[in-house]
C-alpha cells in the first residue's frame, strides 16, 4: 500500500517531443505528489508538486496532470530539450507528520537532439 | 541559493568498520531527513529527525544506524558495523516547515568492500 508505481523505466524523446511519465499509487491517505529531477552525481532536486485538490498544474513546460479517483498522475514535459535528459521520480507523502517520501522507481529520459 | 552540504563525497570503508556520513542542512531548516538510493534503484526513505529526536525510521534504519544532530549545524548518520549491501548513495535532506520542499544534497557514494 505504501508503493508508487511508475512507469515507463527509460524513454527517449526527440527535441520539440512531448515527454509523459506515469506513476500510480494504493494509498489514498497520500496527499501530496512531487515530481524530482536528478542529475548523474547529484541529489533529486524537486521539480513540481501537487496537491489532490486540483486535477492540473502547470509550470512552464512543466504539467502534473492528478486523477484522484484512478490513483494516477502523470508528468508532461513539452517541447523536450537535451538539457532535460535526466532521472525523474514521481513521489508521494501524507503531509502534516514526518511528510516522509515514497519514492517511484524512477525514469530515466533522453531527449535527442 | 542555500543549499545541503553533504561530505565526504565517497566513502570507502571495509566490511565490519563504522562509518558517520556528515551532513550541513540549511540553517534554518528545522526538520533533517536521511535517504539512500542503491545503484540504479529507487530513493527509500531512512529516517526523520526534529526537535532532536527521531520521528520516523523505515525497517532499513535498524540498531546499526543512529542519528545525531551534534551541533546546530551538523546531521550525521553513523553506521556502526558497515555491511556489502550498505554501499549506496546516501541523501542528507531538509525542509524548513512539515509542508514545505523538501532539499537535498548531493550525496555521499558509500563503498563497502
Known amino acids: 500500500q505504501q508503493q508508487v508505481k511508475q512507469s515507463p523505466q527509460s524513454l527517449i524523446v526527440q527535441k520539440g517531443g512531448i515527454s509523459i511519465i506515469n506513476c500510480a499509487y494504493e494509498n489514498t491517505a497520500f496527499d501530496y505528489f512531487p515530481w524530482y529531477q536528478q542529475f548523474p552525481g547529484k541529489g533529486p532536486a524537486l521539480l513540481i508538486a501537487i496537491r489532490p485538490d486540483v486535477s492540473e498544474k502547470k509550470e512552464g513546460r512543466f504539467t502534473i496532470s492528478f486523477n484522484k479517483s484512478a490513483k494516477q498522475f502523470s508528468l508532461h514535459i513539452m517541447d523536450s530539450q537535451p538539457g532535460d535528459s535526466a532521472t525523474y521520480f514521481c513521489a508521494a507523502s501524507i503531509q502534516g507528520n514526518t511528510d516522509k517520501l515514497i519514492f517511484g522507481t524512477g525514469t530515466r529520459l533522453q531527449v535527442f537532439p | 541559493e542555500p543549499e545541503v552540504t553533504q561530505t565526504p563525497s565517497h566513502q570507502v570503508t571495509q566490511m565490519g568498520q563504522e562509518v558517520i556520513l556528515r551532513c550541513v542542512p540549511i540553517?534554518?531548516?528545522?526538520?533533517f531527513y536521511w535517504y539512500r538510493q542503491i545503484l540504479g534503484q529507487k530513493v527509500e526513505f531512512l529516517v526523520s529527525?526534529?526537535?532532536?529526536?527521531?520521528?520516523?525510521k523505515s525497517e532499513i534504519f535498524d540498531d546499526q544506524f543512529s542519528v545525531e544532530r551534534p551541533d546546530g549545524s551538523n546531521f550525521t548518520l553513523k553506521i556502526r558495523s558497515t555491511k556489502l549491501e550498505d554501499s549506496a548513495m546516501y541523501f542528507c535532506?531538509?525542509?524548513?516547515?512539515?509542508?514545505?520542499?523538501?532539499?537535498f544534497g548531493n550525496g555521499t557514494r558509500l563503498t563497502v568492500t
Open positions: 529527525f526534529y526537535n532532536n529526536e527521531i520521528s520516523e
Open positions: 535532506a531538509s525542509r524548513g516547515q512539515i509542508n514545505s520542499p523538501l532539499h
Open positions: 540553517s534554518n531548516h528545522l526538520y
